[in-house]
């Protein structure tokens, strides 16, 4: 069975500072997706990245990117100049190619200190 | 404006009454989830659907039923089977099973 681990349940940061997240998973696959997903207080979440595991290059997104280490199977994102709205919960999530199935993990808890 | 909507945003259930939480996209996508979220947990799949009238069970479908007569609509109801229901209910939508979902604003169902 596939799992995804986040081993921080809650990390903070200094506002303007640099910060990374881990994720790391477990599969026998070999094509599958991975996500980073932001649930801020209101609950709702929300789509932060997204890296195809075939694809080399890291996926960036503005402030956000991530390192993606697939023999490894980890999966960090890194939130630069990290701004008040940036507090929330951040889940990891997969996704085997073909399958609809999103696993997530337990979430790390990021808190913006100003 | 296209997204995602669920209702109501809270829900009180009595001991042995079904309850129905609302799930409404117009955003014009095919496949549509339902995901149950615990404290300290991460997102758990209750049931899914790729196209009207088809549906197929998730990781944790026992005590809930969907159904979905129209592509923008998919309702879940929590039944009286269901012994723990008190969590944060979550739907999400997807142009297909291959592509990023979309999550609505949630449902926090409690039991009185």
């Known amino acids: 069975a596939q799992t995804v681990t986040q081993s921080q349940p809650e990390m903070s940061v200094q506002e303007a500072e640099t910060v990374t997240l881990s994720c790391t998973y477990d599969t026998s696959e070999s094509d599958y997706y991975l996500f980073w997903y932001k649930q801020p207080p209101s609950r709702q979440m929300i789509l932060v990245i997204r890296q195809e595991a075939y694809k080399q290059q890291n996926a960036t997104e503005n402030r956000f990117s991530v390192n993606f280490q697939k023999a490894a199977k980890s999966f960090s994102l890194k939130i630069s100049d990290s701004q008040l709205g940036d507090a929330a919960m951040y889940f990891c999530a997969y996704r085997i190619f073909g399958n609809e199935k999103l696993t997530f993990g337990t979430g790390t808890r990021l808190t913006i200190i100003p | 404006d296209g997204g995602i909507t669920q209702s109501p945003k809270y829900l009180f259930r009595k001991e042995g009454q079904n309850v129905t939480l609302s799930c409404e996209q117009n955003l014009n996508h095919d496949a549509m989830y339902w995901y149950r979220q615990d404290p300290g947990q991460g997102l758990r799949l209750i049931y899914y659907s790729q196209i009207v009238n088809d549906f197929q069970k998730g990781d944790i479908a026992e005590g809930y039923s969907v159904s979905r007569e129209k592509k923008e609509s998919f309702p879940l109801t929590v039944t009286s089977a269901q012994k723990n229901p008190t969590a944060f209910y979550l739907c999400?939508?997807?142009?297909?099973?291959?592509?990023?979902?979309?999550f609505g604003p949630g449902t926090r169902l409690l039991v009185l």
């Open positions: 999400a939508s997807s142009w297909g099973k291959l592509e990023t979902q979309y």
